[in-house]
């Protein structure tokens, strides 16, 4: 096996931490690790198991020698920088928007598109993380029985805005028992002219508004899944909503598949063997998915499936997986090695 000389970029963020304990826990052929984020961390330890790593501020030299680079310090850095890392020799992996709608630029969930990383002109984008753990789910159903319509409400962890805004949630939740006057500053965005409560509250906007109503967050769901499924012809609509959880995206998702006859049951065996889905559906038991539970877990959870009482084609189900890990920083870590497979 060759072993890689591998860079993280946002290494102290909330996902950048998880693609180092992937990594390790993965048994990556790694030769060097450099763990990169802005200057205000330069210095930092981090440790992983019985390993202390030291972060250093991203220049671009810091991607000299360096063969996979795995980018999570939001767009703006990676606009900055992917490229001086691809000119160094590095292959990007991407987990920001910057590059995933690129028509160049391969957008990989391993178990649905790996063939589309045989393109890749150095930088590989890692979808959005919602896009992530629904079409891994969707893959079984839509091989089998084709898909022609999407419906998705997100019900999404606050981990999914970064390490600020879990310390907004925890700090707000403090405040509220505190009977406190209750500080917002991180969302619905960061950038957003306005901020409200997280805690024991659900906000209808994730990132800021775009076209037509919907917000990018939105747009982001609407165009990955076809990008990935690599189907303009698929409709799909998103509303994307964050709730008061730390880790674990949930997602009420209303389909409708191209064949006649489909069950419930037909459905349950389709994704029952695939890969990376785990089905955890059994009302009788009151047994379904939920985020608490699916926390450092890599799979994606299907539960609540259930026939459309007025579509003959249309289901409805709820899946949940942790975003950090299928929705982030495990599907990197995948995508990597699929890269050295090939
Ligand atoms: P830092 O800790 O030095 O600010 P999260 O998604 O959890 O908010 O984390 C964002 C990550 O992006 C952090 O590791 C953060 O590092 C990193 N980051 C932010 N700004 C920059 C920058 N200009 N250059 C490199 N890394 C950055």
Known sequence: MIMKNIAIVGATGAVGTKILEKLVERNFPMQSVKLLASARSAGTEIKVGDQTYIVEETVPESFESVDIAFFSAGGSVSQKFAKEAVARGAIVID????????????????????????KHQGIIANPNCSTIQMVAALQPIREKFGLK??????????????????????????????????????????????????AFNAIPQIDMFGEAGYTL???????????????????????????????GHSESVYIEVEKEGVTVEDLHQAMAGAPGVTLQDDPSTQFYPM?????????????RVRKDPNEAKGFHMWIVSDNLLKGAALNSVQIAEKLLER
């Not at 987990?95 to 045989?118: G, I, Y």
């Not at 539970?293 to 959870?301: I, K, L, M, T």
Request: aromatic share 6%; charged share 25%; with cysteine.
């Open 217 to 247: 967050e939105e747009w982001k769901m609407m165009n990955e899944t076809k990008k990935i499924f690599g189907d303009d012809s698929i409709a799909v609509s998103a509303t994307c909503v964050r709730l008061p959880v730390v880790s």
């Open 95 to 118: 987990n920001t928007s910057a590059f995933r709608m690129d028509p160049e630029t391969p957008l990989v969930v391993p178990e649905v598109n790996p063939h589309t990383l045989q």
């Open 291 to 303: 985020p608490l539970f699916a926390e450092d877990e890599d799979d994606v959870f299907v539960g």
């Open 149 to 198: 319509r999407i419906i998705v409400s997100t019900y999404q962890a606050v981990s999914g805005a970064g390490a600020e805004a879990i310390d907004e949630l925890q700090e707000q939740s403090r405040q509220f028992s505190d009977r406190k006057n209750i500080e917002a500053a991180i969302l619905p965005s960061a950038s957003a002219e306005k901020h409200y409560p997280i």
